[in-house]
């Protein structure tokens, strides 16, 4: 069993950046497809990005528009969320997810394993 637990959250200014990170343990890191979801007040759980254990292929939600980036460290088990230029709409709980078989999906239902979740803040 996999657990995973998310860090980095906080409160920044609009155009400002923020660094999540996941942490994966119990279960082993390799062959998990990554992906990193969000919460926005009064909406659904929605896709921002995932990275691929075969080749670290990425991908991202069209909002993300060039402003994250995801990176994995499979020596440390661990998945970051690079997030520059933020908006006010960024503002959401930001979840980690894991998936067996390395491949991944903006689909949340394809996911085995969730983090807890960290808050990110974007003021004016």
């Known amino acids: 069993q996999v657990q995973l637990v998310e860090s980095g959250g906080g409160l920044v200014q609009a155009g400002g950046s923020l660094r999540l990170s996941c942490a994966a343990s119990?279960?082993?890191?390799?062959?998990?497809?990554l992906a990193w979801f969000r919460r926005t007040p009064g909406r659904e759980r929605e896709f921002v990005g995932s990275?691929?254990?075969?080749?670290?292929?990425?991908f991202y939600a069209d909002f993300v528009q060039g402003r994250f980036t995801i990176s994995r460290n499979n020596a440390k088990n661990t998945v970051d969320l690079q997030m520059n230029s933020l908006k006010i709409g960024d503002t959401a709980v930001y979840f980690c997810?894991?998936?067996?078989?390395?491949?991944?999906?903006?689909?949340?239902?394809?996911?085995?394993?969730w983090g807890q979740g960290t808050q990110v803040t974007v003021s004016s």
């Open positions: 990275i691929m254990w075969t080749g670290g292929m990425t």
């Open positions: 997810a894991a998936a067996r078989g390395g491949l991944t999906s903006e689909k949340e239902s394809q996911y085995d394993y």
């Open positions: 119990g279960g082993t890191f390799s062959n998990l497809g």
